[in-house]
């Protein structure tokens, strides 16, 4: 093949279009669904706990608000969702207050209001590290890593209708909204207290800027949930938050440590003549696998190639690797090649076979390639390479 | 005519060959490429705003990324653990192609996602590294970065590389390796 890259390029999109629809079918499909969706757009209703509201027909969890392009639907004014202890629901309409739709749309004011945490909550993992503000990376895969959390005391049968969408606020106006992807949304049972984590879609700016500002936010994760069956059946919107994020200036530039940098790590010595040296910290693996920093990089210490692996676990070589990180003080999991997919070009690791198991490594994670390579420095350790790429895995 | 349907209609007859194209070189597989566009385009003009007309199409290809680095990670989070079944199947499907084209659509899909969105902006739709960075949200050294490494894993697969790796000259020249890897191609 003696063409150049735009040529093959071209060549190979010009025999796509040619299976493709047309453009004016392509208007025709998007304009009726674009249609659809306005028509039914969504207001979040945000109201206080179970504590002040009343209970009306036993069916629905929240009150929704539609507010489309020029009609409005009333719901009913007194929806909450039913105590796990409460009596059964009573056939009688209540006069309550009805809390006050509050909508995330762009542009949109949003106050200070507790959210909606029955029957479902949308909580973060970020508060697990602190009080925040927390930096985050708005061009990551999961920008707030939230779960929704069954806070009944019964089993509850959900479809999530989309994903988790990150808003941020600033001076209290809605300033970003989530661009949302499709949901690959299976049928979800959760157990009292059991949580689903979610995904979440692109954030862009809502005065058409296409980067997220550098600056400081409320954000809020919000996503449109089913409940099937049970007292709290019913579609309604789950909103989690707020939480106090930074987004910082782009193009952090990858620089060696300074005096800024963490301490020494906690479980000891490298080589002897880096005793005083300032260590970077390597990234907590959960953290790592979120895929979160696109520059993730993972210093491989053992790997087994699809011809031995065992699927993880027992073999000795990564035992081996584990325990002598160990004694530095670092306790690591056995990590499969699938969570860092350059791994296998990077270290000449050949794909595995059919019936072969994919390959199988020990490895620390850094915020930096330059973290990374300090480190190895430092340590004097032999490792298998250092591969900067996409680290992202969820195990079940 | 509404202003989004508008704005939607001329973004579909200017521009569908080039963002059907950019999705299909990243999923490789036309139907779905079809449906990230379609998606795409739902999501950017549903929003209350229309964009303008210059940002419409960035807003697209963002939202097409997007679309596609969402489904990806859940293939990849079930491939993940699939692994525990001995399933070992990392190649994604393709379309049914021949010689050159089935060289250069399986090597892209040999790219990580971000490699491939560079590669299919800069080479296809001939945007500098600093377009392709507004693009994709990145910064210009993180996209050098990317087609670099792009490139040498398209000139490991493919022959005939050279001439296109070296049309890359509006980029940082920093890196000595790109400079000493050109060279030795000559």
Known sequence: MNDDLHTSLDRAVDDAVAQAAPPEQVHRTVAQRIRDVRRRRPTLVIGSTLGGLALVGGTAFAAVQLVGGDERREVPDVISA?????????????????????????????????????????ESELTASGEGPWTINTQAA????????????????????????????????????????????????????????????????????????????????AL?????????????????????????????????????????PSGGSGGGESVDEVWPEPVDEAVAF?????????????????????????????????AELAALGYEVTQTPFMCQLSAYEVLGVPDPQPGEWDAWGVALFFASRADAERWVELAGMNVVGIVEGEVFCHFD | ??????????????RHRALLGYA??????????????????????????????????????????????????????????????????????????????????AAMQRLPPRQRACVALRHLDDLTVAQVAAELGIAEGTVSRHLHDAHATLRHLLADLAPAAARDTDHRPADPRTTTEQRSHQ
């Open chain 2, 1 to 14: 005519m509404e202003d989004w349907e508008q704005a939607m209609g001329e973004l579909v007859r200017t």
């Open chain 1, 290 to 322: 979120q895929g979160q920093n696109p520059g993730t990089t993972a210093v491989w210490f053992a790997v087994i190639p699809p011809a031995e692996a065992t699927g993880g676990g027992d073999h000795p070589v990564l035992e081996a690797a584990q």
């Open chain 1, 224 to 264: 449109e949930v089913t409940v099937v069956g049970g007292p709290w059946a019913g579609t309604n919107d789950v909103v989690g938050g707020p939480w106090a994020v930074t987004v910082p200036a782009p193009d952090p530039v990858v620089e060696a440590p300074d005096d800024g940098a963490p301490d020494a």
């Open chain 2, 24 to 105: 299909y070189l990243l999923c490789n597989d036309v139907r779905e490429a079809e449906d990230l566009v379609q998606d795409a385009l739902v999501k950017v003009f549903s929003r209350r705003s229309v964009p303008q007309r210059e940002a419409g199409e960035g807003y697209v290809r963002k939202a097409i990324f997007t679309l596609y680095l969402d489904a990806y990670r859940r293939r990849r989070r079930w491939a993940g653990i699939r692994h525990l079944v001995g399933t070992a199947d990392r190649r994604e499907s393709t379309d049914a192609a021949t010689g050159d084209l089935l060289d250069i659509t």
């Open chain 1, 142 to 221: 999961s920008i707030i890593p939230t779960y929704l959390r069954n806070t009944t005391s019964q089993s509850l049968d959900l479809t999530l209708e989309e994903n988790a969408g990150v808003h941020l606020v600033q001076d209290g106006v809605v300033v970003a909204e989530p661009v949302r992807g499709a949901v690959d949304a299976p049928d979800v049972t959760l157990e009292p207290d059991e949580r689903q984590i979610l995904l979440d879609g692109r954030v862009v700016m809502c005065d058409g800027s296409v980067d997220v500002r550098p600056g400081d936010y409320q954000a809020y994760a």
């Open chain 1, 82 to 122: 039913p105590r796990p202890d409460a009596p059964e629901p009573s056939a009688e309409p209540t006069e309550v207050p009805t809390p006050e739709p509050l909508s995330l749309e762009c542009g949109a004011p949003v106050d200070d209001r507790p959210v909606l945490t029955t029957p479902l909550s949308v």
